[in-house]
């Protein structure tokens, strides 16, 4: 680099992030900076401002934008004079990540939840221990499985038997480090215990019967002991893990109740222990199958869901009823909330992930869209640590990572569009086909030690870490 | 006057009479004028020769005219004008009043008068006595003046009286002469030719006597020969060649001229004073004025002269010139290269001369080349001058002459206003998901009123039930050994979950309970067996009626081990069913067999296990059959029509003739009002039920066969095809509530994925109830779905 050009070439800028304890001292927030500076000059020159002993890699944010070239090309590109200042905003950087291992299954692994000291049911059980860090996958053929970290199956459920049913699982989720729920085809949300100590998972300590359709979706809140669950037969229910607080499960769903199921339940086994209960609450509005549900992250008793009527509802749990509707032009497939935004995103069957603002005083429903999926968005999950990256699965067999605060207007219709940091594609697979076929991503979580772990139609959960 | 005359006035005698009868009777009009004449000739001489009229009418037209004269003469002038006729008659024409004297007796009256006058003037004979004493009649000479010689007068006279010639039509002669002989017929031109063939002419006999020798006169060949060429208006001369050879006049021997060489007299050179004073006596009288110079020629004169003419265009107004009027191309005006003396700078180098030579006529720039000649005199004739007039005649001929209108209308701007499919959205536009694990064709696809689950058939005989989104296979069922799974249908109620298909003569209920939770498998199940007694008690009825005739329909258990898969209910059909379509309440379901005859649509009462077939007969080969969405109306797609039937009144209602040489498919949109029709023509109708029995649009876009059309049900203004070439192709249909507005149809995709497997692609479609999007069941074994 010729330096007397260096030199020549200054534009000013102002340094400002939206991450606690990473901001630089005000007397050095405005400098001179010379245009040919690339990321990896700022990000040095950022860590010197810090005085870091460990430099942490930073991305940089003009106008919404990452800055991929030098601020030279980025000014030209952008058609912005070199006399303005410009404002950077400097975030910690999404490294791609690398993949570390996969988890071999039988067959297509429907969900996955990961048990750690800062995941949900880690919080909520207090001080987990953070090398028993667990991994649960639940699977097309019925089972779940608890994995640790190394790749090592601790324990697997029994099979269910539902009278000669399909019992898949489509969702699974840790309650608690000794509570697991899980929901599946059947319609019946089972409830195991799991015992680290002992590594046995076993035969369902409770059913939960309300639904007459499959369970697409459950969301657990570990502290209230309730399990919200979403279904097909367009109602969510509330439930709770306590077999006593639940009422007595209707008749007519249990496998007994019919002569042909019931002569079929004794065929394939002949007794059944697990206590069955029904709901606390049925919610009843969705006009289409129900696909995602989720309890609000901070407040237990408010709950979202997302429905093939392409609606998101906020629910107010304790009086079962719908607060607000937030209608939208595609069917939705999955959830996650960014509560420091106020915004749920949410994955739909039009390629795109939705930032939708559910809060009833929001004056666009849309404010964000993500575009860069080529098939179904069925899976969500935030960053562990920042509000503003999010983790999509979709059915083209890619998980994508996000910042959401890398925005551009977008040129059709309202709102911004994002576009993604990073793709994650499944290991093994050469060419990746929109359709996915063998290689779709049904679930994906993403927890701060553990990394991105997705499960999907090549039977196998992937874990990637940076 | 000979013989033949009288001949002819003899023959002529009879017809008078008939003439008569004619005129009186029937030709009375027409003869007119003939009767005139009569009536005047009656007129004229009726007061004296009322006698002779008759006479006189048997004459020949020409002596009735001669008499006419004669006749009008003889009343106005008295008896000696009369006397001094008939002596004129004696001397000029006694033969003939002798004849006539003889040959008629009336006309004795006037010959006696007249003898009187003969004896008054002196007689011709004296009277003496001969030997015996008796008067002897001594003639005196006759003298031999011209007239009086009647050598050549026929002695013979026929003296049959007045009676008509026909009498003697009979015999050979014709009558008797004044000595009673019989005057024989004379003979006539066949005697005379059959004499003359029968003499041997000799050659050169021309039938003439030689008048210097006497003898006949014979004519040689050279003789005939100038005869011949006097005829021919030849040179009749010996040996005259009407073809000489040509005298050079001018010949190309160089002559010495002028013959003398004597030099040129003076006065040649010299004035002549003679013509100078003739000239100046010319000069003088000019100026005088004696003579004009030019003296224009009169006009009276030459109008006179000239042939008369007429001025055709005379009244002609002139026309206004036809708007689109072009006159007549102008030539160019000619340039200074075209000049006999251009300027040098227009005259052509040595090299573009060459160049002009050599280029073919065709390709010239200019069909002359620029030449230089010192005066106009020097000019020589104009080669091209013929050539030039036809190549005008012919620019004048072919040029336009009429301004024809250019249509300037840019093709684009003609196309109807579509909307972009961008503002159509949505629709399907990729594949979402690939349901692979048949073997097979698949034959057809059906996805559940929840919109869950999609179940397939096809040729592997196996109906098979998958998940929508992930493409997972969840259920699957043997149906048939040997036959492909024809059609799957679930029945539209969400209550319950109803598979129809149908393999071969079979058609199977299934209700898949490994997807149902119990209570939706025991309400499926109650509907199914719903019927199972009613056929039990329907045989005591039908005893009473047609006890021999097989029901259209078996309603059946298929067997344990289908049952212990689901399949719960089987109804055999007598022949193989291709379509099943359920009425929206799901209580009835139409099939279709095309290949049986009175069989081949069915409808079935799912809760009374009853098969009625609603058409003894049913013209062409039926294709499909779909019952209509809000109506009691039951469409009935044959070969080449649509037909659709009230079936509350039992009648048809319209026949649709959307032309299409055989028809694989339609649809009816969930409005009711319109239809779509795939054709294994390639062609894709869309039919108005309110405009017309014909399309409304018809959309060629396919290569290949449609196989299967399908409007989306749950309110999107869509429509799909699926073809042989592999492709599904997408439509925007909307169909607006307003009568005056026709439907939008604005194709909007084409998906391409389905691989062709012998000539087989896209098999079936088949939309979401609510989403946009659809699943497609192809020959290459897989479904597809497409969002």
Same mark, same amino acid.
């Given at each position: 680099?010729?330096?007397?050009?260096?030199?020549?070439?200054?534009?000013?800028?102002?340094?400002?992030?939206?991450?606690?304890?990473?901001?630089?001292?005000?007397?050095?927030?405005?400098?001179?900076?010379?245009?040919?500076?690339?990321?990896?000059?700022?990000?040095?020159?950022?860590?010197?401002?810090? !005085?870091?002993?460990?430099?942490?890699?930073?991305?940089?944010?003009?106008?919404?934008?990452?800055?991929?070239? /030098?601020?030279?090309?980025?000014?030209?590109?952008?058609?912005?004079?070199?006399?303005?200042?410009?404002?950077?905003?400097?975030?910690?950087?999404?490294?791609?990540?690398?993949?570390?291992?996969?988890?071999?299954?039988?067959?297509?692994?429907?969900?996955?939840?990961?048990?750690?000291?800062?995941?949900?049911?880690?919080?909520?059980?207090?001080?987990?221990?953070?090398?028993?860090?667990?991994?649960?996958?639940?699977?097309?053929?019925?089972?779940?499985?608890?994995?640790?970290?190394?790749?090592?199956?601790?324990?697997?459920?029994?099979?269910?038997?539902?009278?000669?049913?399909?019992?898949?699982?489509? /969702?699974?989720?840790?309650? /608690?480090?000794?509570?697991?729920?899980?929901?599946?085809?059947?319609?019946?949300?089972?409830?195991?215990?799991?015992?680290?100590?002992?590594?046995?998972?076993?035969?369902?300590?409770?059913?939960?019967?309300?639904?007459?359709?499959?369970?697409?979706?459950?969301?657990?809140?570990?502290?209230?002991?309730?399990?919200?669950?979403?279904?097909?037969?367009?109602?969510?229910?509330?439930?709770?893990?306590?077999?006593?607080?639940?009422?007595?499960?209707?008749?007519?769903?249990?496998?007994?109740?019919?002569?042909?199921?019931?002569?079929?339940?004794?065929?394939?086994?002949?007794?059944?222990?697990?206590?069955?209960?029904?709901?606390?609450?049925?919610?009843?509005? !969705?006009?289409?199958?129900?696909?995602?549900?989720?309890?609000?992250?901070?407040?237990?008793?408010?709950?979202?869901?997302?429905?093939?009527?392409?609606?998101?509802?906020?629910?107010?749990?304790?009086?079962?009823?719908?607060?607000?509707?937030?209608?939208? /032009?595609?069917?939705?497939?999955?959830?996650?909330?960014?509560?420091?935004?106020?915004?749920?995103?949410?994955?739909?069957?039009?390629?795109?992930?939705?930032?939708?603002?559910?809060?009833?005083?929001?004056?666009?429903?849309?404010?964000?869209?993500?575009?860069? !999926?080529?098939?179904?968005?069925?899976?969500?999950?935030?960053?562990?640590?920042?509000?503003?990256?999010?983790?999509?699965?979709?059915?083209?067999?890619?998980?994508?990572?996000?910042?959401?605060?890398?925005?551009?207007?977008?040129?059709?219709?309202?709102?911004?569009?994002?576009?993604?940091?990073?793709?994650?594609?499944?290991?093994?697979?050469?060419?990746?086909?929109?359709?996915?076929?063998?290689?779709?991503?049904?679930?994906?979580?993403?927890?701060?030690?553990?990394?991105?772990?997705?499960?999907?139609?090549?039977?196998?959960?992937?874990?990637?870490? !940076? | 006057?000979?013989?033949?005359?009288?001949?002819?006035?003899?023959?002529?005698?009879?017809?008078?009479?008939?003439?008569?009868?004619?005129?009186?009777?029937?030709?009375?009009?027409?003869?007119?004028?003939?009767?005139?004449?009569?009536?005047?000739?009656?007129?004229?001489?009726?007061?004296? +020769?009322?006698?002779?009229?008759?006479?006189?009418?048997?004459?020949?037209?020409?002596?009735?005219?001669?008499?006419?004269?004669?006749?009008?003469?003889?009343?106005?002038?008295?008896?000696?004008?009369?006397?001094?006729?008939?002596?004129?008659?004696?001397?000029?024409?006694?033969?003939?009043?002798?004849?006539?004297?003889?040959?008629?007796?009336?006309?004795?009256?006037?010959?006696?008068?007249?003898?009187?006058?003969?004896?008054?003037?002196?007689?011709?004979?004296?009277?003496?006595?001969?030997?015996?004493?008796?008067?002897?009649?001594?003639?005196?000479?006759?003298?031999?003046?011209?007239?009086?010689?009647?050598?050549?007068?026929? +002695?013979?006279?026929?003296?049959?009286?007045?009676?008509?010639?026909?009498?003697?039509?009979?015999?050979?002669?014709?009558?008797?002469?004044?000595?009673?002989?019989?005057?024989?017929?004379?003979?006539?031109?066949?005697?005379?030719?059959?004499?003359?063939?029968?003499?041997?002419?000799?050659?050169?006999?021309?039938?003439?006597?030689?008048?210097?020798?006497?003898?006949?006169? +014979?004519?040689?060949?050279?003789?005939?020969?100038?005869?011949?060429?006097?005829?021919?208006?030849?040179?009749?001369?010996?040996?005259?060649?009407?073809?000489?050879?040509?005298?050079?006049?001018?010949?190309?021997?160089?002559?010495?001229?002028?013959?003398?060489?004597?030099?040129?007299?003076?006065?040649?050179?010299?004035?002549?004073?003679?013509?100078?004073?003739?000239?100046?006596?010319?000069?003088?009288?000019?100026?005088?004025?004696?003579?004009?110079?030019?003296?224009?020629?009169?006009?009276?004169?030459?109008?006179?002269?000239?042939?008369?003419?007429?001025?055709?265009?005379?009244?002609?107004?002139?026309?206004?010139?036809?708007?689109?009027?072009?006159?007549?191309?102008?030539?160019?005006?000619?340039?200074?290269?075209?000049?006999?003396?251009?300027?040098?700078?227009?005259?052509?180098?040595?090299?573009?001369?060459?160049?002009?030579?050599?280029?073919?006529?065709?390709?010239?720039?200019?069909?002359?080349?620029?030449?230089?000649?010192?005066?106009?005199?020097?000019?020589?004739?104009?080669?091209?001058?013929?050539?030039?007039?036809?190549?005008?005649?012919?620019?004048?001929?072919?040029?336009?002459?009429?301004?024809?209108?250019?249509?300037?209308?840019?093709?684009?701007?003609?196309?109807?206003?579509?909307?972009?499919?961008? +503002?159509?959205?949505?629709?399907?536009?990729?594949?979402?998901?690939?349901?692979?694990?048949?073997?097979?064709?698949?034959?057809?696809?059906?996805?559940?009123?929840?919109?869950?689950?999609?179940?397939?058939?096809?040729?592997?005989?196996?109906?098979?039930?998958?998940?929508?989104?992930?493409?997972?296979?969840?259920?699957?069922?043997?149906?048939?050994?040997?036959?492909?799974?024809?059609?799957?249908?679930?029945?539209?109620?969400?209550?319950?979950?109803?598979?129809?298909?149908?393999?071969?003569?079979?058609?199977?209920?299934?209700?898949?309970?490994?997807?149902?939770?119990?209570?939706?498998?025991?309400?499926?199940?109650?509907?199914?067996?719903?019927?199972?007694?009613?056929?039990?008690?329907?045989?005591?009825?039908?005893?009473?009626?047609?006890?021999?005739?097989?029901?259209?329909?078996?309603?059946?258990?298929?067997?344990?081990?289908?049952?212990?898969?689901?399949?719960?209910?089987?109804?055999?059909?007598?022949?193989?069913?291709?379509?099943?379509?359920?009425?929206?309440?799901?209580?009835?379901?139409?099939?279709?067999?095309?290949?049986?005859?009175?069989?081949?649509?069915?409808?079935?009462?799912?809760?009374?296990?009853?098969?009625?077939?609603?058409?003894?007969?049913?013209?062409?080969?039926?294709?499909?059959?779909?019952?209509?969405?809000?109506?009691?109306?039951?469409?009935?797609?044959?070969?080449?029509?649509?037909?659709?039937?009230?079936?509350?009144?039992?009648?048809?209602?319209?026949?649709?003739?959307?032309?299409?040489?055989?028809?694989?498919?339609?649809?009816?949109?969930?409005?009711?009002?319109?239809?779509?029709?795939?054709?294994?023509?390639?062609?894709?109708?869309?039919?108005?039920?309110?405009?017309?029995?014909?399309?409304?649009?018809?959309?060629?876009?396919?290569?290949?066969?449609?196989?299967?059309?399908?409007?989306?049900?749950?309110?999107?203004?869509?429509?799909?095809?699926?073809?042989?070439?592999?492709?599904?192709?997408?439509?925007?249909?909307?169909?607006?509530?307003?009568?005056?507005?026709?439907?939008?149809?604005?194709?909007?995709?084409?998906?391409?994925?389905?691989?062709?497997?012998?000539?087989?692609?896209?098999?079936?479609?088949?939309?979401?109830?609510?989403?946009?999007?659809?699943?497609?069941?192809?020959?290459?074994?897989?479904?597809?779905?497409?969002?």
């Amino acid at each position: 680099m010729d330096p007397s050009i260096a030199d020549t070439a200054k534009v000013q800028i102002r340094l400002s992030t939206r991450e606690d304890g990473l901001e630089v001292p005000d007397d050095s927030r405005l400098l001179f900076a010379p245009t040919s500076l690339r990321r990896v000059d700022l990000s040095r020159l950022v860590n010197n401002l810090l !005085h870091n002993d460990t430099p942490i890699p930073f991305e940089f944010l003009v106008n919404g934008q990452f800055l991929r070239t /030098s601020i030279d090309e980025f000014l030209t590109q952008n058609g912005i004079s070199a006399e303005t200042t410009l404002n950077v905003e400097y975030t910690r950087a999404f490294i791609p990540s690398l993949h570390v291992s996969t988890f071999e299954h039988d067959d297509w692994v429907s969900a996955v939840d990961i048990l750690s000291t800062s995941s949900p049911a880690g919080h909520w059980t207090g001080n987990y221990p953070q090398e028993n860090t667990r991994i649960l996958s639940a699977s097309y053929d019925g089972l779940l499985r608890v994995w640790d970290t190394a790749g090592n199956v601790l324990a697997t459920s029994s099979a269910p038997h539902n009278g000669g049913r399909i019992t898949s699982l489509k /969702s699974a989720k840790w309650l /608690s480090d000794k509570k697991i729920a899980a929901a599946g085809m059947d319609g019946v949300v089972r409830v195991y215990s799991y015992d680290d100590s002992t590594r046995t998972l076993g035969d369902a300590t409770l059913e939960l019967y309300n639904h007459n359709w499959q369970v697409d979706n459950i969301a657990v809140h570990g502290p209230s002991h309730r399990i919200l669950a979403a279904s097909a037969d367009t109602t969510i229910s509330l439930f709770s893990s306590r077999a006593k607080e639940n009422p007595a499960a209707p008749e007519s769903l249990l496998p007994r109740s019919t002569a042909a199921s019931n002569k079929r339940q004794k065929l394939s086994k002949p007794a059944h222990s697990a206590p069955a209960r029904g709901a606390l609450a049925t919610l009843r509005s !969705h006009t289409a199958p129900v696909s995602a549900v989720l309890f609000a992250p901070n407040d237990p008793t408010v709950a979202y869901s997302a429905s093939l009527d392409h609606s998101l509802k906020t629910w107010d749990l304790p009086t079962s009823s719908v607060v607000e509707t937030r209608a939208t /032009s595609h069917a939705l497939l999955s959830m996650a909330a960014l509560p420091t935004l106020n915004l749920v995103a949410t994955g739909t069957s039009a390629r795109h992930i939705s930032l939708i603002d559910p809060r009833a005083s929001a004056t666009h429903i849309a404010v964000m869209t993500l575009r860069g !999926h080529a098939n179904a968005v069925v899976s969500l999950d935030t960053h562990p640590r920042s509000e503003y990256g999010l983790v999509s699965g979709s059915h083209d067999g890619t998980v994508r990572v996000w910042d959401v605060r890398s925005v551009r207007t977008a040129t059709e219709g309202q709102g911004q569009v994002g576009e993604s940091v990073f793709v994650i594609e499944r290991e093994g697979v050469e060419k990746m086909r929109s359709h996915g076929e063998g290689v779709k991503v049904f679930d994906v979580r993403w927890e701060e030690e553990t990394g991105i772990v997705s499960a999907g139609e090549d039977k196998k959960v992937q874990i990637n870490r !940076h | 006057m000979s013989s033949t005359s009288r001949k002819r006035k003899v023959v002529q005698r009879a017809s008078p009479e008939s003439e008569e009868e004619l005129a009186d009777g029937l030709l009375e009009g027409i003869l007119s004028h003939s009767e005139d004449d009569s009536e005047e000739e009656s007129e004229s001489e009726h007061d004296e +020769e009322s006698d002779a009229s008759s006479v006189i009418e048997g004459l020949s037209d020409e002596d009735e005219e001669e008499k006419d004269i004669e006749s009008d003469e003889v009343p106005s002038d008295g008896e000696e004008d009369i006397r001094e006729q008939l002596r004129k008659l004696r001397t000029g024409d006694s033969h003939s009043k002798r004849s006539q004297a003889s040959g008629d007796q009336s006309w004795n009256g006037n010959a006696e008068d007249g003898l009187e006058d003969e004896e008054d003037s002196g007689r011709n004979y004296t009277v003496t006595t001969d030997a015996n004493g008796n008067p002897r009649y001594i003639y005196k000479e006759i003298e031999p003046v011209y007239d009086s010689d009647d050598s050549d007068a026929p +002695e013979t006279t026929n003296t049959i009286g007045n009676i008509p010639l026909t009498y003697y039509d009979a015999y050979p002669h014709i009558g008797y002469d004044i000595n009673g002989k019989k005057i024989m017929r004379p003979a006539k031109g066949e005697a005379l030719d059959a004499l003359l063939d029968s003499i041997d002419i000799p050659k050169g006999w021309t039938g003439l006597t030689d008048p210097a020798t006497g003898k006949p006169l +014979e004519l040689s060949e050279e003789e005939l020969d100038v005869l011949k060429k006097l005829t021919r208006n030849e040179v009749v001369e010996e040996g005259y060649n009407p073809y000489p050879e040509m005298v050079h006049y001018f010949s190309g021997k160089l002559e010495v001229m002028p013959l003398s060489a004597a030099p040129e007299p003076k006065r040649r050179f010299v004035p002549s004073k003679h013509e100078a004073k003739r000239v100046m006596k010319i000069v003088k009288a000019i100026r005088e004025g004696r003579i004009q110079p030019y003296k224009p020629p009169p006009e009276d004169e030459e109008e006179e002269l000239e042939l008369p003419h007429y001025d055709l265009w005379a009244d002609e107004t002139p026309r206004p010139e036809h708007s689109m009027h072009i006159p007549a191309p102008k030539l160019p005006p000619p340039g200074y290269d075209q000049s006999y003396h251009p300027p040098p700078e227009y005259l052509p180098d040595p090299a573009e001369k060459a160049a002009w030579e050599q280029a073919d006529e065709e390709d010239r720039e200019k069909e002359y080349l620029p030449r230089d000649h010192e005066a106009l005199r020097k000019v020589p004739g104009y080669e091209r001058f013929v050539k030039e007039k036809f190549e005008r005649c012919l620019d004048l001929y072919l040029a336009p002459r009429v301004r024809r209108n250019k249509l300037n209308i840019d093709p684009e701007s003609l196309l109807p206003k579509l909307p972009s499919p961008e +503002e159509l959205k949505p629709f399907p536009t990729t594949c979402a998901a690939i349901f692979r694990g048949q073997e097979g064709r698949v034959r057809s696809v059906s996805i559940d009123p929840r919109g869950l689950f999609v179940a397939s058939g096809g040729d592997d005989g196996y109906v098979r039930v998958w998940e929508l989104l992930t493409g997972r296979q969840l259920w699957n069922a043997k149906l048939s050994d040997e036959d492909a799974v024809d059609a799957v249908r679930w029945r539209p109620n969400k209550d319950s979950a109803i598979l129809a298909a149908a393999a071969g003569e079979n058609i199977y209920l299934v209700v898949p309970f490994a997807i149902l939770s119990p209570d939706v498998e025991q309400s499926s199940r109650d509907v199914l067996d719903a019927g199972w007694g009613y056929a039990a008690s329907k045989p005591s009825t039908s005893t009473n009626g047609i006890a021999a005739k097989e029901p259209p329909a078996r309603w059946s258990r298929p067997g344990p081990r289908l049952e212990g898969k689901g399949v719960l209910v089987q109804a055999t059909v007598r022949s193989a069913v291709k379509v099943i379509h359920w009425h929206r309440r799901g209580d009835y379901f139409a099939t279709v067999s095309p290949r049986g005859q009175s069989s081949a649509v069915a409808i079935h009462t799912l809760s009374k296990h009853l098969t009625q077939l609603p058409f003894r007969r049913l013209k062409g080969l039926a294709q499909s059959a779909q019952f209509h969405p809000s109506k009691p109306i039951f469409f009935v797609a044959t070969k080449n029509s649509i037909r659709s039937y009230d079936l509350a009144k039992q009648e048809l209602v319209k026949i649709l003739q959307p032309g299409a040489k055989w028809i694989s498919s339609f649809d009816v949109h969930p409005g009711g009002d319109n239809l779509i029709v795939g054709t294994y023509d390639k062609r894709l109708l869309w039919h108005d039920l309110d405009l017309s029995t014909k399309p409304y649009k018809t959309l060629r876009y396919h290569q290949q066969a449609i196989r299967a059309v399908a409007f989306h049900q749950g309110g999107m203004p869509l429509f799909a095809d699926a073809s042989d070439d592999g492709s599904l192709q997408i439509f925007h249909g909307k169909v607006v509530g307003d009568l005056m507005e026709n439907a939008t149809i604005v194709p909007l995709k084409v998906l391409k994925g389905h691989q062709v497997k012998s000539r087989l692609g896209v098999m079936d479609v088949v939309w979401h109830p609510r989403e946009p999007w659809c699943v497609s069941a192809g020959a290459d074994g897989t479904c597809r779905l497409w969002c």
